[in-house]
């Protein structure tokens, strides 16, 4: 069993300029957060207003295998 830090960003934490664009194209350019959040939290999700998901870091990969 591991525990770790999880962020959930909203549309509301992009940059203004950025609110409308798609789920698909989001990354971390796009968001008002500093790299220190990037660094403590292993999981790090958006979450659209609509639901849809998309993990923008993974620290543990697709196989459980930390990832530095």
């Known amino acids: 069993m591991k525990k770790e830090e999880i962020l959930i960003l909203e549309r509301e934490d992009l940059f203004e300029e950025k609110q409308d664009k798609s789920i698909v194209l989001i990354d971390f350019t796009d ?3 500093s790299t ?17 998901t998309k993990i923008l870091q993974n620290r543990y990969g697709n196989k459980g295998n930390i990832k530095f």
Do not use: R
């Open 36 to 52: 220190k959040a990037m660094q403590v939290n292993g999981i790090i999700l958006f979450i659209d207003e609509n639901g849809k």
């Open 31 to 33: 968001f008002k957060i």
